[in-house]
Every structure is written in structure tokens, then in C-alpha cells.
């Protein structure tokens, strides 16, 4: 590395899970890199447009056994398990009465047998500070609050970004992990339109950003709020009341519960809501006589057992097609937005991190810290093209999850009645629709991991190995290697076809 060479540059837009993560991957990815060299590799900047790292208000937070694989490799396991809870334990029923449709065991327990880690739950805004309190000092400092990107600009040389208060940052590649309302999704796009001579497009998303237009279609809203556990519910168990319209849901861990409220919107939009107290009050005066768990109302969790503020928001979903442009990548909800219920979007916003940041491990290990353009815009369509493989898959399972307790017509109806309770879906979804996708997760490259369980379903993707460490799979018995069984799948397509097996809108 020559003496005035610049370490490799990269500015992420956006510090919420999604962007602190990535600071954690890219100390990492420094760290490693630098070690094989008398001067740094790499550096990295996260812009973040709020004064704090931390939200005032969250919800729940969704661990995958492949997120846990990659915070292992990070060294943060010790820090996250004492604050997680398992979820082992599921409970459908009627919203309007609390009649109980359903119940499934020990989904937890099949994740860890099957993937080595289980399935965990976190509160959002203690996670949020684990991250950042776990980075190092001289990291922090590289963690700036208060920038709200609003421009960028990219040459052959690099990548400029301007922040709201007049900050300019240079750089060689930006990320945008800036959300819903990306600010750099809407300027790559603007880039892109005017490079490809495209002025209709460029100007069409500038009204769509002047006017706070969202790529993505709000179908449901959801009021949210926390509680402690409320007496006599169990923990560790996930409630879901089934209604026309509108489902409800608790979640107890060990030490609180999350609740939420999912209303069908008369009409989908694409518009920010910005809704009042005046507007939550509203929705529980509406809904407040329906079941959140048997034996509980929604009234009777606001009036006696919530804590907090609550929380109501627009629940989007899509996806983009444009995922990269020269110098600039999109990553988690800045290229698609999914529904809750299956609480897969920040792990797949992880995924999409970890793609990346594998991709510029083996580029800058053999290119030194100036690679070409050329051959970052090759990494990044990589990355496009490997992650949508898997989207139709997430899609579909992230529609299906909400509408088969808010039944939006009468064959959802009729799939929760009459399929769920008698064919035990969750743990053919989690074994031959999620698991295959847990199996091809990658983790990062470079890293070992130190804590992996034995398993029974051997991942495609290991990190840096060491034969002392025991990650072998282990093979289960009575395994199907092929397929599922003729009357698993008979029961399975029947609900499937009930329901309608959709495919996802590409924006």
C-alpha cells in the first residue's frame, strides 16, 4: 500500500439497527484488513439524521438463528442474551371472543434442534443501545448524529454526501440504510435517471420525494405499545387474534409483554401518516371490546396494564427494483418493506449487509484499498442479483402471516378455521418454506464462529473455519431428504390454495 494512499472510505446513511450493525461489521472488516498492513484499509462514517441513537418508542424485535450466527461471529452474544427471551409456545383464537383456534409448541426448540440457535425476541430500543454501546471509542466517534442526508453526488473518483446542516462527507461507496424514505434511494435514483438521459424519470422522483411519496403501499396500520406481563398469561408465548379486517397480538417474554393492534386500511396509500393521540384514542374506542389473549381486551390492557407511550404507523410492503447505481447501494426497508407478523425485515436487512460486506472483503483483499469502479459496481449488481433470489420467498411469507389473521376476505376465513387447526403450519413453514432460507443465509467470511450448536441441517455458508471448533451437522432422523410427505403436502397445498398463493408487486 502506497505511502498517500487513503484508507477505503464508506459512508453508510442511516444508524438504526440496520446501520449500526453494519458499523460493527465494518470495525470488523477494518480490523481484519488492516492487520496484514503498516496503514489502515479501511474506514467507515454513519450518518444518522436523529439526535440520538436510541428511538423514544419501540416494539418488538425478531431474532433468526442465522442473525444470532453473524452477532456470534461479532463477539455480541454475551452482550445480547441477557436481553432476549425464547418464544416456544403459539396461541390463535378469536379476536371477538377469545375462543381459542389453535395452538403449536415448541417452535423454538425445533429452530435450535434444526439450525443450532432458536428463534428470540428483543425489546427494539435496548437492542438499539446494545449496539452502539458495544462498538469501540474510536468507532463512536464515527457514528455522527444529527445528519440527515439530502443529496449526493458520485464521479470516477468517489461518492460526495451532503447532510441537511451543510455537512459534506466524501467517500467511496455509500449505503443507504436510511429506511422507508430513503434519502438516498431517491437521489441514486435521480443520479441514475439523469445519467441514462432520463429526464421524466429523474423529475418524477423529485415530486415523488418534494411530495414524501412512499415506493412502497400501506394495506394495514398498527397501534403498539409495551406492558408488563399481564397476570395469569404465560410467558414466552405469542398471541393472535383472528378477525375480519383487523387482527390483535401479545407477545410475553420473561420480564414484559408486546402488544399490537393491525386494522386493514379502507383504502392502501402510499402517503406518510402522521397521525395525532387524537387518532390512536380513536382506534381504541373502535377496537377496545376485541380480544388480545383470551381472558384480556384491548381495553383492559390500555386501562390497566400499559406502559408508555403508544405507537401508531403505517404498515408498508414492497419492493424496489433498483437496489444499486454506480457508487451507491440500497440495503434493508431503503429496498423493500415487509409486514411484521413474521418479523423477518431487519434480519434480512442484516443479510443484506453481511452480502456486502463479504463482497468487499475479497475485493479489497486483492485489490488494496482503491479498487475500480468498475469493479465495485460489479460487487454491488452482484449483491442485487443474489439477494433477490430469495424475495419472493420472504414476500410471500411475510403477506400471508398478516392476512391469515386479519382476513381480508373469506377464504382467509376459512384457511385459519379450517386448516390451522388441524394441520400444524407453523412447523411445516419453519422446516420447508423458512428453514431452506436460514439454510442459505451467509454469515461473514472472514469470522469464526465461536458458539454454534450442534444441528441437524448443515448450512450452506461458514465463516472462517477452525476444526477445533465443533459446528458439525449432525443428520436427523427421519428426515426427508427430498420433499415433504405425501399427506403433509396434500394438507398443505389445500390451505395454500384456500388462501391463494400471490405473488409480490415489484415497484
Known amino acids: 500500500m502506497a505511502e498517500d494512499q487513503k484508507p477505503f472510505h464508506i459512508i453508510v446513511a442511516g444508524g438504526g439497527l440496520v446501520g449500526l450493525s453494519a458499523a460493527h461489521i465494518f470495525q470488523s472488516l477494518a480490523a481484519t484488513l488492516s492487520a496484514s498492513s503498516s496503514?489502515?484499509?479501511?474506514?467507515?462514517?454513519?450518518?444518522?439524521?436523529?439526535?440520538?441513537?436510541?428511538?423514544?418508542?419501540?416494539?418488538?424485535?425478531?431474532?433468526?438463528?442465522?442473525?444470532?450466527?453473524?452477532?456470534?461471529?461479532?463477539?455480541?452474544?454475551?452482550?445480547?442474551?441477557?436481553?432476549?427471551?425464547?418464544?416456544?409456545?403459539?396461541?390463535?383464537?378469536?379476536?371477538?371472543?377469545?375462543?381459542?383456534?389453535?395452538?403449536?409448541?415448541?417452535?423454538?426448540?425445533?429452530?435450535?434442534?434444526?439450525?443450532?440457535?432458536?428463534?428470540?425476541?428483543?425489546?427494539?430500543?435496548?437492542?438499539?443501545?446494545?449496539?452502539?454501546?458495544?462498538?469501540?471509542?474510536?468507532?463512536?466517534?464515527?457514528?455522527?448524529?444529527?445528519?440527515?442526508?439530502?443529496?449526493?453526488?458520485?464521479?470516477?473518483?468517489?461518492?460526495?454526501?451532503?447532510?441537511?446542516?451543510?455537512?459534506?462527507?466524501?467517500?467511496?461507496?455509500?449505503?443507504?440504510?436510511?429506511?422507508?424514505?430513503?434519502?438516498?434511494?431517491?437521489?441514486?435514483?435521480?443520479?441514475?435517471?439523469?445519467?441514462?438521459?432520463?429526464?421524466?424519470?429523474?423529475?418524477?422522483?423529485?415530486?415523488?420525494?418534494?411530495?414524501?411519496?412512499?415506493?412502497?403501499?400501506?394495506?394495514?396500520?398498527?397501534?403498539?405499545?409495551?406492558?408488563?406481563?399481564?397476570?395469569?398469561?404465560?410467558?414466552?408465548?405469542?398471541?393472535?387474534?383472528?378477525?375480519?379486517?383487523?387482527?390483535?397480538?401479545?407477545?410475553?417474554?420473561?420480564?414484559?409483554?408486546?402488544?399490537?393492534?393491525?386494522?386493514?386500511?379502507?383504502?392502501?396509500?402510499?402517503?406518510?401518516?402522521?397521525?395525532?393521540?387524537?387518532?390512536?384514542?380513536?382506534?381504541?374506542?373502535k377496537w377496545g371490546h376485541l380480544h388480545m389473549t383470551p381472558g384480556y381486551t384491548l381495553n383492559d390492557i390500555i386501562s390497566k396494564h400499559n406502559r408508555g407511550p403508544l405507537g401508531l404507523i403505517n404498515l408498508e410492503e414492497g419492493l424496489v427494483d433498483t437496489w444499486t447505481w454506480d457508487r451507491i447501494v440500497l440495503v434493508g426497508d431503503a429496498v423493500r418493506k415487509v409486514e411484521p407478523h413474521a418479523g423477518l425485515g431487519f434480519n434480512q436487512g442484516l443479510t443484506d449487509i453481511v452480502t456486502i460486506a463479504n463482497k468487499l472483503h475479497g475485493l479489497l483483499k486483492s485489490s488494496g484499498p482503491a479498487p475500480s469502479a468498475d469493479d465495485l459496481r460489479r460487487i454491488f449488481e452482484e449483491y442485487q442479483g443474489e439477494r433477490l433470489e430469495v424475495m419472493p420467498t420472504i414476500d410471500r411469507v411475510c403477506r400471508r402471516r398478516a392476512r391469515q389473521v386479519a382476513w381480508p376476505h373469506w377464504g382467509f376465513r376459512v384457511y385459519a378455521t379450517w386448516v390451522l387447526p388441524y394441520v400444524p403450519l407453523a412447523r411445516l413453514g419453519l422446516k420447508y418454506v423458512m428453514g431452506p432460507v436460514i439454510k442459505k443465509t451467509p454469515v461473514l467470511e472472514w469470522l469464526e464462529e465461536q458458539n454454534l450448536p450442534a444441528h441437524e441441517i448443515e448450512y450452506e455458508h461458514q465463516g472462517l473455519q477452525d476444526s477445533k471448533l465443533s459446528t458439525q451437522a449432525v443428520v436427523g432422523k427421519g428426515e426427508h431428504k427430498y420433499g415433504l410427505p405425501l399427506v403433509t403436502a396434500a394438507g398443505l397445498l389445500a390451505g395454500l390454495a384456500v388462501v391463494g398463493w400471490r405473488y409480490y408487486p415489484r415497484i
Open 39 to 285: 496503514r489502515p484499509v479501511v474506514r467507515f462514517t454513519v450518518l444518522e439524521a436523529h439526535p440520538s441513537v436510541t428511538p423514544y418508542i419501540g416494539s418488538l424485535l425478531l431474532f433468526y438463528p442465522s442473525t444470532f450466527r453473524v452477532y456470534d461471529q461479532l463477539g455480541l452474544l454475551s452482550a445480547l442474551r441477557p436481553l432476549v427471551d425464547e418464544t416456544n409456545f403459539y396461541v390463535n383464537f378469536r379476536a371477538e371472543d377469545g375462543s381459542v383456534l389453535c395452538r403449536e409448541t415448541g417452535l423454538a426448540d425445533m429452530a435450535e434442534r434444526r439450525h443450532g440457535h432458536g428463534f428470540r425476541v428483543v425489546h427494539r430500543p435496548v437492542f438499539v443501545e446494545c449496539l452502539y454501546e458495544n462498538l469501540s471509542q474510536e468507532s463512536k466517534s464515527s457514528v455522527l448524529l444529527g445528519k440527515r442526508v439530502v443529496g449526493a453526488q458520485v464521479d470516477d473518483e468517489g461518492v460526495k454526501v451532503t447532510c441537511q446542516d451543510g455537512t459534506v462527507v466524501e467517500g467511496d461507496i455509500l449505503i443507504g440504510a436510511d429506511g422507508v424514505r430513503s434519502r438516498v434511494r431517491s437521489a441514486m435514483q435521480q443520479l441514475k435517471a439523469k445519467a441514462e438521459e432520463d429526464p421524466e424519470a429523474a423529475a418524477e422522483e423529485a415530486e415523488r420525494a418534494k411530495n414524501d411519496k412512499s415506493p412502497y403501499l400501506a394495506s394495514f396500520r398498527m397501534l403498539f405499545g409495551n406492558a408488563p406481563i399481564p397476570p395469569g398469561l404465560p410467558n414466552e408465548t405469542n398471541f393472535e387474534g383472528a378477525h375480519p379486517g383487523i387482527s390483535t397480538q401479545i407477545l410475553t417474554g420473561t420480564k414484559q409483554a408486546w402488544w399490537a393492534v393491525y386494522e386493514q386500511l379502507e383504502t392502501p396509500t402510499r402517503d406518510r401518516a402522521r397521525y395525532t393521540e387524537d387518532d390512536k384514542q380513536k382506534l381504541v374506542e
